[in-house]
């Protein structure tokens, strides 16, 4: 692994397969409307993120730490490469916190999925060593109008507070602000508060959120007497129900789109995106219901469904009656309390999040899987978040190939989770050997009676070499077949 005394690491935008690029976070005058973050609130005389944090950093620079768009010294026409300006020592990885990106492309189109160029260079060298496409997930989907656009069952018409209709009834832009300021009359009418002429309004700023807490001194001031935002949204709503029917608004056991891309993006960004949604996992499986999340006992950010959850073992030794459970919990989904695993293989690392976790060598979790709900890979063959895998094994899923990051390799069974070679001539017509040292080791990927699990799958179209003195006596196994020692030999 390299530190930053060995290498620079930057960032620039990339256009994807669809041509989509976002370089700039700044407006175009008269073409493209992206933000008025950095703004002047005519109220006020500050900028926006200003009145919001505390903090006046320039168009197309983030918070605290510095980070920049590639297009900050000329927008729409510079794609500078930004140093990623914090080295983690203890973790050894680069970091770039807070680009101020936004789910806007330079051509005005939505875009959640845009990609940077992640490139690595000797320092002082303007030579690339390596370059890797990257996804910067970004959405700003809410459906607040669902329920508080006027007229909705949260801002009823016939109610006494005055609430906002929209300007333009066919904008949706214009739909969702009016909404957003009849959650402010809301507030203000059950909680004796005036959010209404305060604005803007950063609901982070009373209820804290770890997601926002950029220095991680935890909460501070009125965030201390208050309760956290994650536990007021999600209690608050979870314990809603319909005046006429008396159900739940947002059903523990509901679809997605009925309850959490009411307000996560959502029904249009869909963020549970990678393997886990293609398999058919709801957030619900994971997290429990809104109940569960807003309970008292979950610390938001924190308190996490965990891999082991799940991936509770191998076929020597697991909970329950598959490799792979679907629901990351045993007790009721309004407390969701995440299984843990006596087989750690798939574990995380203790008392750390999967996102911040390392293994093999200190490779970051998400290094070889992807982020915590784009896990690769993506079932769209398209998407930008299969292209990084793309790039460095040839085919999308798990970085499983060796080959991705060895030039070369004993053979061994010290790969990540015990693994053993993958996509490798030597392993395929030399690995006798290591069953008949240790059978056990073999058995847990490939089955007690190694007819092959869903560990053993492959995961790209393969082709083996059955000896090493003919090169023509091969046999081809296709994507996903679970590998036994039957498919080519009888059994030991």
Excluded at 20 to 25: K, R
Aim: aromatic share 6%; net charge negative.
């Amino acid at each position: 692994m390299l530190d930053s005394t060995q290498v620079d690491v930057d960032y620039r935008a990339v256009a994807d397969g669809g041509g989509s690029i976002n370089s700039t976070s700044q407006n175009q005058a008269g073409s493209v409307d992206k933000t008025n973050f950095w703004a002047i609130n005519p109220a006020t005389g500050n900028s926006f993120v200003s009145d919001l944090f505390g903090l006046d950093p320039p168009p197309d620079e983030g918070l605290l730490f510095g980070q920049s768009m590639p297009g900050i010294l000329d927008p729409y026409n510079a794609n500078d490469a930004q140093a990623f300006n914090h080295y983690d020592a203890d973790k050894k990885w680069f970091a770039a916190d807070g680009v101020p990106i936004l789910p806007i492309d330079d051509s005005g189109q939505l875009n959640a999925y845009p990609l940077m160029r992640v490139s690595a260079s000797l320092p002082g060298s303007s030579d690339t060593l390596a370059s890797l496409d990257v996804v910067l997930p970004v959405a700003s989907e809410a459906d607040c109008q669902n329920c508080h656009a006027a007229g909705e069952i949260a801002a009823p018409l016939d109610s006494s507070i005055d609430f906002l209709l929209p300007d333009d009834i066919n904008d949706p832009n214009s739909v969702l602000q009016a909404a957003k300021s009849n959650i402010l009359m809301l507030h203000d009418a059950e909680h004796g508060t005036d959010l209404v002429n305060a604005t803007p309004v950063l609901c982070a700023g009373c209820h804290y959120s770890a997601a926002l807490d950029l220095t991680g001194t935890g909460p501070t001031g009125q965030q201390l007497l208050l309760d956290s935002m994650s536990r007021v949204m999600h209690d608050h709503h979870g314990r809603l129900t319909d005046p006429d029917t008396a159900e739940p608004l947002f059903p523990a056991d509901g679809s997605l789109e009925e309850t959490c891309y009411q307000c996560h993006p959502g029904k249009v960004t869909q963020c549970l995106r990678g393997a886990m949604g293609a398999a058919g996992i709801s957030c619900q499986d994971c997290h429990g219901s809104m109940l569960a999340v807003g309970g008292d006992e979950r610390r938001p950010w924190l308190d996490e469904p965990r891999c082991e959850s799940c991936h509770t073992g191998d076929a020597n030794s697991h909970l329950g009656d598959s490799l792979r459970l679907t629901q990351a919990w045993d007790d009721a989904i309004d407390s969701a309390t995440p299984r843990l695993a006596s087989n750690r293989r798939f574990a995380e690392n203790s008392a750390t999040l999967y996102r911040n976790s390392l293994g093999h060598g200190g490779v970051a979790c998400e290094g070889c899987h992807g982020s915590t709900h784009a896990i690769w890979p993506n079932p769209l063959a398209s998407a930008n978040d299969n292209l990084a895998a793309i790039q460095l094994q040839g085919h999308a899923g798990t970085l499983s190939d060796c080959g991705s990051c060895h030039t070369s390799l004993p053979l061994t069974l010290d790969g990540p989770h015990g693994m053993h070679n993958v996509n490798s001539r030597g392993w395929n017509l030399e690995h006798e050997d290591f069953y008949e040292d240790n059978p056990s080791a073999c058995r847990s990927c490939h089955g007690l009676n190694l007819e092959g699990t869903v560990l053993s799958m492959t995961a790209a179209d393969r082709t083996y070499l059955r000896d090493d003195d003919d090169d023509d006596e091969t046999l081809f196994v296709a994507k996903g077949t679970e590998v036994s020692c039957s498919l080519c030999h009888d059994k030991p």
